[in-house]
């Protein structure tokens, strides 16, 4: 958002010509009736086409709005036309936004228009459903489905005004009548405001400002905070204002820059934060990849505990099919062994099949007999016959015989007097309802339920969706066939499978002997339930009870043992159970421990390789750190050697300039006395003379320089040997020097690529 201060232009002169006034005046009858952006916010403002919404963009881009006047600080108080004291400036803040969609509405339109069409031309297309948002009646939204009532006999007052009541003294009013209703003295009156209730600004205001110059305050370091993102400022964002005041606070005690004295101080300062904001960096990550950690945790107990819940839905439905399946097999076993009870009770009362004749007088008076009590599956039913036994009365079959009999019955039959009950009261004096209404509610309730669930029936299974593979049966084996090569083969196989016939005949006759030996005593009995007289009845009936009173005996015997087995199974079944489910927890925990420690070891190998990538990086820029410093030295090194050498030249250059001055005026100064006295002597000088001179110069330059000739050529022979061997020391040394450092160099890389290759290996 840009920042704009703007000052209104005072008013200078007091007359307006006439063209201003007309420009005012026509600004100010020219009032939009819509906003400019109506567009896009209002859902009920619709354009035609995408053309008039590109022109209604255009129309709210291009507003007056928009401008804004900026002060001139150096002509502020200027009134002359070419120094003007503000300037126009576009504001390209932007009021809309960046969530509001600004494409035409008419694209969505145009596209359920396009499905509706697919829709009906293709019926395997399905038309997506529409979701429509919360219309929040009771929230937000509430004022939307409320009107102002329309009372005619009210007086109608405008909703946009306010009237002023004048303060009059206190009257009192005489009391009202109980005839009429009294009439309030305030009423609540809507109003209706230029703005919607979606315009209404919800984050808190902030104000425009301007930064006086060479000034930078801290509340501007805060300026990326905004509401919902940072503000209200919680515990993270007043730790990051504090370390942003110590490192502001920590960059004032940094040595400057120009000063080379203190450059290693603040080059360890400097690696001294750095690691200090490593560390923080590192904390923050470790903190990211717990928080990361419990999560996947959460997540992990959470899908496990839905998949509990899907497999025991499977465990209920399968025990729930299983169970009645088994009791369908149950009720199928005991109606077949209902059905094995009446036959093996009908061959027991005639067992040596002889066929009697009915005893009509037993039949008849046995009341239980077939006669008077047929049974179904017998194929008699009793009703068939039953208009037989109908009552046929003339009073009751014709109409005559009705009307006699109703001409008979007294009038409180014809005419019956019905008193309406009066409604049972459920509520008390105080309103509330009573226990016996509230239980007889509960209890309708509870039938309701339970009826529902009696009625409820179970969805089949749905039919599979894909087809089947149908499983091809394998082949049959061929039949084996013997090949008989012999008679004498022949006859051993006769003999074996005469021998498997008498072992199968022996195995049939000893299951027979052993099925009469189980049954022996019923078969006795069968033998000798007709034979027997009448005191050996007795007697068999005495030999009865005693064998039920055994048996008695015995199947109390047997229950107390089945109890005693029954609770040491119990016993040993919950300990079992209680075993079972400690391993079964164990194992869950030792999953969920080796689960953990995996990820703990993911976790530790993800943070050592990004701490080989931090080491590689920091490396990096310790040897690019280093490569700084050691150009900046040479760079400074050579601003020195080139001063010096500047310094140098330019006092040489003068001290040569001088002297040579100095030299020439001497010289020409000794030149004048030189001629001056030569040119006497020449005037004096004989031949003798000048022979004698020309002698002399030549004894003592001429020669004397030829002989100092001489002995430096021989002295440099004599020397030329010492320089070349100390050349050759001192280029044999410093090249052994060079390939060392060149040598130690590798080495460094070679090392530094080792470790981290071996970091990456490690992690």
């Not at 305050?217 to 204002?241: D, S």
Request: hydrophobic share 35%; aromatic share 8%.
């Amino acid at each position: 958002m840009s920042h704009v201060v703007t000052i209104k232009e005072p008013q200078a002169k007091p007359q307006v010509s006439q063209t201003q006034c007309r420009m005012r005046s026509e600004l100010r009858g020219n009032v939009s009736s819509s906003r400019a952006y109506d567009f896009l916010y209002d859902p009920l403002f619709t354009l035609s086409s995408e053309k008039d919404h590109s022109q209604a963009t255009l129309q709210a881009t291009l507003v007056w709005n928009k401008l804004r006047k900026v002060p001139r600080f150096r002509t502020m108080f200027s009134n002359l036309t070419h120094y003007p004291r503000f300037s126009l400036y576009w504001d390209k803040s932007d009021p809309i936004p960046p969530f509001v969609s600004r494409e035409w509405k008419g694209y969505e339109e145009q596209r359920r228009e396009a499905l509706r069409q697919l829709a009906t031309s293709d019926p395997s297309f399905q038309m997506p459903k529409e979701v429509y948002e919360d219309p929040e009646v009771t929230g937000k939204n509430r004022y939307k489905y409320f009107e102002r009532p329309f009372l005619p006999f009210y007086k109608q007052m405008p909703f946009t005004i306010a009237y002023s009541v004048t303060k009059t003294e206190p009257y009192t009013f005489p009391p009202a009548s109980t005839k009429y209703p009294p009439i309030p003295s305030k009423c609540t009156v809507g109003t209706q405001t230029d703005y919607r209730d979606s315009e209404v600004q919800t984050d808190p205001y902030s104000a425009e400002y301007v930064v006086c110059q060479d000034s930078i305050p801290e509340l501007l370091t805060l300026a990326t905070l905004t509401w919902g993102r940072g503000l209200p400022a919680g515990q993270a964002e007043v730790e990051m204002i504090e370390r942003a005041r110590e490192k502001r606070a920590w960059e004032t005690t940094l040595p400057p820059l120009t000063d080379t004295t203190q450059f290693e101080k603040r080059r360890r300062m400097m690696n001294a934060m750095e690691r200090k904001e490593w560390a923080f960096r590192e904390q923050e990550i470790q903190k990211l990849q717990d928080i990361r950690l419990e999560v996947l945790k959460q997540l992990l107990k959470k899908r496990e505990e839905n998949q509990n819940e899907v497999n025991m839905k499977k465990l209920n439905a399968q025990w729930s099919k299983l169970q009645e399946a088994k009791e369908a097999k149950v009720a199928k076993i005991q109606r077949s062994h209902v059905s094995a009870n009446r036959k093996l009770v009908g061959k027991g009362k005639n067992v040596e099949g002889k066929l009697e004749r009915r005893n009509i007088i037993k039949d008849y008076s046995d009341y239980a007999s077939q006669t008077y009590g047929p049974l179904a599956r017998l194929g008699r039913f009793p009703d068939n016959n039953s208009e037989n036994f109908v009552v046929k009365n003339h009073f009751l079959t014709t109409y005559e015989g009705l009307v006699e009999l109703e001409s008979c019955l007294p009038d409180f039959v014809t005419q019956p007097r019905i008193r309406p009950l009066k409604p049972k009261a459920i509520t008390t004096k105080a309103g509330f309802l009573k226990r016996a209404a509230r239980m007889e509610h509960e209890l309708a309730e509870v039938h309701k339920a339970l009826l529902d669930k009696k009625k409820k029936v179970l969805e089949p299974k749905k039919p599979l969706r894909f087809l089947l593979r149908n499983p091809i049966p394998p082949p049959r084996l061929p039949t084996p066939t013997l090949e008989m090569s012999s008679n004498e083969e022949e006859e051993i196989e006769m003999a074996v499978i005469f021998l498997q016939k008498l072992l199968r005949g022996r195995v049939v006759q000893n299951m027979m002997f052993e099925g009469k030996e189980k049954r022996l005593e019923l078969i006795h009995e069968l033998r000798t339930s007709h034979a027997l007289q009448e005191d050996e009845r007795l007697l068999k009936k005495a030999e009865k009870q005693v064998t039920l009173a055994l048996q008695r005996q015995r199947n109390l015997h047997e229950h107390k043992v089945l109890l005693v087995e029954n609770h040491l199974a119990g016993l040993e079944g919950r300990a079992l159970a209680d075993m079972f489910d400690f391993l079964s927890k164990e194992l869950i925990r030792l999953q969920e421990e080796r689960r953990i420690h995996a990820f703990a070891m993911l976790a530790e190998r993800q943070r050592r390789m990004r701490e080989a990538e931090e080491s590689g990086r920091r490396q990096v820029e310790q040897r690019r750190l280093r490569e700084e410093d050691q150009i900046f030295k040479e760079v400074i090194k050579v601003h020195h050697s080139t001063v010096a050498s500047y310094l140098e030249d330019i006092i040489l250059s003068t001290e040569e300039n001088t002297a040579e001055e100095q030299a020439r005026a001497e010289i020409e100064k000794m030149v004048e006395e030189i001629n001056d006295i030569a040119y006497e002597m020449e005037s004096r000088r004989t031949q003798l003379q000048s022979e004698e001179i020309v002698a002399e110069l030549v004894y003592r330059f001429l020669i004397p320089e030829v002989q100092k000739d001489f002995v430096k050529e021989k002295v440099r022979n004599a020397q030329r040997k010492h320089i070349l061997a100390a050349h050759e020391i001192i280029h044999r040394h410093t090249d052994a020097m060079v390939r060392e450092k060149f040598a130690t160099e590798q080495e460094d890389e070679v090392s530094d690529t080792e470790e981290v290759t071996q970091n990456e290996e490690n992690s």
